[in-house]
Nanobody, 124 residues
């Protein structure tokens, strides 16, 4: 079983930064890849970024490339998302996710486990 707990959300002004964390407390399953998704009010959930545990390969949605950085600390079973130069359109609930494969596509069909989310609000 995998339990994902996000933290680090909050309210910032345009241009500000936040760092999200996702602690994975599962001990029986080590996911091959992890990802961040987000869902803004009235919009569909979208993939933001993903990383593979063994290779460290990373993937980003076009909308966040150059502004967001995904990273992991495998020893701590923790996933991070550094978000810089935030924009109002980044406002959303951000979810941590884990999967056995398929993270590179940033689609949610392969996701096995979800966190409960952390809210990011960017004001203009």
């Amino acid at each position: 079983q995998v339990e994902l707990v996000e933290s680090g959300g909050g309210s910032v002004q345009t241009g500000g930064s936040l760092r999200l964390s996702c602690a994975d407390s599962g001990h029986t399953y080590i996911p091959a890849c992890m990802a961040w998704f987000r869902q803004a009010p009235g919009k569909e959930r979208e993939g933001v970024s993903a990383i593979y545990r063994d290779t460290g390969n990373t993937y980003y949605a076009d909308s966040v490339k150059g502004r967001f950085t995904i990273s992991q600390d495998n020893a701590k079973n923790t996933l991070y998302l550094q978000m810089n130069r935030l924009k109002p359109e980044d406002t959303a609930m951000y979810y941590c996710a884990a999967a056995h494969s398929g993270c590179a596509s940033l689609n949610d069909y392969s996701i096995l486990y979800w966190g409960k989310g952390t809210l990011v609000n960017v004001s203009s």
